[in-house]
């Protein structure tokens, strides 16, 4: 399960926690202009914008949990079991598998206005990346500054939705997750009225009891509606350092910890692998991971971005403590 979200100061800010049981050894990965995409059913595309993002450590084929390209488009893809449904071969449309689709539509799109008119054609066919690696049950949140979407392929076909909350998790589908919302208009970041009637006082003993029922518990719709009550509450300053923190103190919000949902398998517990932060507009990843809480930074613009082959990064994994004395 994972948690995505975007946030806008001076620039715009998209990423993702990246919750599961275990890690596929995941990794940045810069794809430069020039680094040629093959895909099972259409054509190569052996020239389009680069891309940065993190992707699973598994191939020399950049398998995106999440990355944003040149022109600030940004995408992440999460889990979405028993709701995802994926098609056959179909003449006439863009068969594209669930694992190309980050990579096709950052190659081609320079923004949400953009990819909207490629969905027209889309057909997210059923075929596997390798028998070791079966297609993931996915729906995505897509964004540029201007306008955020979730993308989902249901049994009615797919489906896209404007995005005002800027926030997506998992199940139900995103329409559900939108009109939960309306249990908790009640809440406010202000102090809290004595509604409850009767000719008695009751007293507001904390602050923050104007937000009293908001949802603290893991599960996907509690995540949405902290994350989309974090979010719209959220104040910063504008700089890049105030911004980032910022951001990573929203996701932070619905942080999995190991231990606290326990999985049935050899892994026993989904925790929080890895947060990352995207400022869309520079082209810069930031990222955090479970075992190491430090933020670290990689830049797109900052690589040979004529290449024709990916550049990796491993994700830094050890805890750097400063001491002090």
């Not at 409850?196 to 003993?205: A, I, T, V």
Request: a negative charge; proline letters at 4%; one cysteine or more.
């Amino acid at each position: 399960m994972c948690t995505a979200s975007n946030y806008k100061t001076e620039d715009h800010y998209f990423g993702r926690n990246f919750d599961y049981e275990f890690s596929y050894n995941e990794r940045i990965t810069i794809t430069p202009r020039n680094y040629v995409f093959n895909f099972k059913k259409i054509d190569s595309i052996e020239s389009h914008y680069a891309i940065i993002g993190i992707a699973a450590g598994v191939d020399s084929y950049p398998l995106y949990y999440d990355a944003c390209n040149e022109k600030g488009l940004a995408i992440s893809g999460l889990n979405f079991p028993d709701n995802a449904v994926y098609r056959d071969y179909a003449e006439d449309m863009v068969n594209i598998t669930p694992f190309e689709f980050i990579p096709y539509l950052l190659s081609k799109a320079s923004n949400v206005s953009e990819v909207k008119e490629l969905l027209k054609d889309i057909n997210l066919v059923n075929i596997n990346f390798s028998p070791e690696l079966p297609l993931s049950p996915l729906h995505w949140m897509i964004c540029d500054e201007k306008e955020a979407i979730v993308v989902e392929p249901l049994a009615e076909g797919i489906k896209i939705y404007d995005n005002p909350v800027g926030v997506l998790t998992n199940n139900p589908p995103f329409d559900k997750q939108l009109f939960y919302l309306n249990n908790f208009r009640n809440l406010s970041n202000k102090s809290s009225s004595n509604n409850f009637g009767g000719d008695f006082d009751l007293d507001e003993y904390s602050r923050g009891m104007g937000a009293f029922g908001l949802p603290g518990d893991l599960s996907s719709s509690s995540r949405f509606a902290k994350v989309a009550f974090t979010r719209a509450n959220s104040y910063s300053d504008t700089d890049e350092a105030s911004s980032v923190s910022q951001f990573f103190h929203i996701l932070g919000s619905v942080e999995q910890q190991r231990g606290c949902t326990f999985i049935k398998g050899p892994n026993f517990y989904e925790y929080t692998i890895y947060t990352s932060c995207y400022n869309t507009n520079k082209c810069i990843l930031y990222y955090k991971t479970y075992n190491n809480s430090q933020i670290s930074s990689v830049k797109l613009f900052n690589e040979d971005l004529d290449s024709n082959e990916l550049k990796n990064y491993d994700l830094i994994n050890e805890e750097n403590i400063n001491f002090i004395n």
